[in-house]
Nanobody, 129 residues
Framework: QVQLVESGGGLVQPGGSLRLSCALS????????IGWFRQAPGSDREGVAE??????????YYAESVKGRFTISKDNAKAMVYLQMNDLRPEDTGTYYC????????????????????WGQGTRVNVSS
């Protein structure tokens, strides 16, 4: 059974930075495409960033709203995935979820929540002055 555990959320001022971490256990990290999704109160869950498996050359995908500010990366040996978030804005506030999905499905529809097989429990990010 795959388990995903997020950490690193918190309160940060606008313009600040946070790094989220996701630890995967129960399977080889590189068998999956891994993504970060977020959900604000009253809103749908949206894809923020994804990184593919080595089968797809670890290509990365980003939502337009975070391009140039967020960077997703992974360490297969440590089974860790990271989301570096810079220049944070109030609209980045929400609960951030780590997710694992089938690389073939994800390649067809990146950042889509229907492609996710496993979800973490989420970590809260609050961008406020």
């Amino acid at each position: 059974q795959v388990q995903l555990v997020e950490s690193g959320g918190g309160l940060v001022q606008p313009g600040g930075s946070l790094r989220l971490s996701c630890a995967l256990s129960g399977h080889n990290l590189d068998a999956y495409a891994i993504g970060w999704f977020r959900q604000a109160p009253g809103s749908d869950r949206e894809g923020v960033a994804e990184i593919q498996s080595a089968r797809f050359n670890e290509i990365t995908y980003y939502a337009e709203s975070v391009k140039g500010r967020f960077t997703i990366s992974k360490d297969n040996a440590k089974a860790m995935v990271y989301l570096q978030m810079n220049d944070l804005r109030p609209e980045d506030t929400g609960t951030y979820y780590c997710a694992a999905g089938d690389p073939v499905w994800i390649e067809a529809r990146p950042l889509h929540p229907n492609g996710v097989d496993y979800w973490g429990q989420g970590t809260r990010v609050n961008v406020s002055s």
